[in-house]
């Protein structure tokens, strides 16, 4: 029997989906994964019986689903962030996790929201939306044919993450993407200060840097403090020598 509370943490995000039909095929999808948390990022309306007709029993996932207005709403209070998809490049990561080395991870962090982030029915998700995720996982598939259907990549990682359900460890509560974002902006004001970039796009990749590694981390609220303090510290360490 599957790990019910492993599976509660694990957050499917549809970024702009473009028809009602296969966000009911998404939901059948991940009700039959034991997967129960659905957030919808669009400003469309969906026609509630082309839900209905491909989403069958699994429709009241439908029904509870969060709407939310930006990704970065529906990232907010995640503890770790992945995007779904199969294009690489510099604005891309630089790594990429397999739906079973995702799994694997994912059952390693403590406590909290883990979203699993899947872009539009005709070409994914854009460069500026992965970035927002401290990760991605890709799919392996054929050169013959790489690209899946949304509903088809949403069940080849509900169906990993299902097989990997298992006890994760208590006891730590994760801090949430919003608090990662506002440590690494307060950290690259105070290299700002110092002089550590030396030109424009340097501090975007450096923040870009250090949120995905904290991320990933999955460190405590105590240790996020201890994070802070070493910015504030190298800043007036600065300022006590040149004064």
Known sequence: MEDKEYLKRIRIVLVDTQDGANIGSVCRAMKTMGLSSLVLV???????????????????????????????????????????????????KM????????????????????????????????DDEVMKCSSIVT?????????????????????????????????????????????????????AAIGYFKWDEERKWTSSFLRDMLERAGLSESEMQRFDKIWRKVEQIKIHKES
């Open 42 to 92: 669009t400003d469309r309306t969906y026609d509630d019986n082309r839900v209905r007709t491909l989403a069958l029993h699994a429709y009241d996932i439908y029904e509870n689903a969060r709407i939310c207005k930006s990704l970065d709403e529906a990232l907010a209070d995640s503890i770790f962030t992945v995007g779904a998809t199969r294009r690489r490049g510099k604005l891309r």
């Open 95 to 126: 790594s990429a996790y397999s739906p079973e080395q995702l799994a694997d991870h994912v059952s390693q962090l403590p406590e909290g929201p883990v979203s699993i982030v899947f872009g539009r029915e005709s070409d994914g998700l854009r």
């Open 139 to 191: 799919i392996p598939t054929s050169d013959a044919f790489p690209s899946l259907n949304l509903s088809q990549a949403v069940q080849i990682i509900a169906y990993v993450l299902f097989m990997r359900a298992q006890a994760y460890p208590t006891g730590m509560n994760a801090v949430s993407h919003e608090r990662i974002a506002g440590a690494v902006e307060e950290a690259s004001d105070h290299l």
